[in-house]
């Protein structure tokens, strides 16, 4: 009688556990994906918005493709400057930054240098930490520069780019703001390089 107790009370606990895991797990956005809904297979603030009928997938994918077009352009523009400081100090030759310039947009495509001989190990991990020593920028202001652009677009309206900001800042609360710190792509170097 006692093992069947046992059994019953760890059967319950698991259902317990498993339940209360999928509540948190559907919470928190679905787990893999950022607090923008890009990737990962989850939520996020524009994947609600869209659940929600606030804004359509086609508006929450255009304030996507556009935080990460602005995102992609911070990072090269951050790279040209890095690019331009090595080759000054000759810590870099010019055909290589030329190189680094055309075909650098991310982080992975530094990888893909060093993979195909480009540059060396190195020299793409002196360009990481000139990278990383420049200041941060502010995701907040580069967001509302990108939805303002969008709503004098009609892509969206200010009462839905109101909202998008809203929701941002309610998912940055839950989550806290190291979630919340980067809105574009994870596998852009961007702005938290």
């Known amino acids: ?39 990962h297979g989850g939520g996020g603030a524009l994947t609600s918005l869209v659940t929600a009928g606030t804004i359509t997938q086609a508006q929450a994918d255009a304030v996507k493709a556009a935080m990460k077009t602005k995102q992609d352009a911070k990072f090269v523009t951050k790279l040209n400057t890095v690019l331009t400081d090595s080759v000054s100090k000759s810590t870099l030759t010019q055909a290589k930054a030329d190189a680094v310039k055309s075909a650098s947009k991310t982080k992975k495509d530094l990888r893909d240098l060093v ?25 907040k202001v580069i967001r509302d520069g990108v939805l303002a652009s969008l709503v ?13 900001k809203a929701a ?26």
């Open 168 to 193: 941002k800042a309610a998912w940055v609360g839950k989550l806290g703001s190291h979630h919340g710190a980067d809105l574009g792509t994870a596998k852009t170097a961007s702005l938290t390089y």
């Open 1 to 39: 009688m006692n093992k069947k107790r046992t059994a019953i009370a760890a059967l319950v606990v698991s259902g317990l556990i498993a339940t209360t895991s999928s509540a948190a797990f559907a919470q928190h956005g679905g787990g893999g994906r950022d607090t923008w809904g890009v990737k």
């Open 152 to 164: 004098s677009k009609n892509t969206i309206t200010q009462a839905q780019s109101d909202a998008i």
């Open 115 to 139: 993979n195909a001989g480009t540059i060396t190990s190195a020299e793409a991990t002196s360009i990481k930490t000139a990278l990383r020593a420049l200041p941060k920028e502010d995701m």
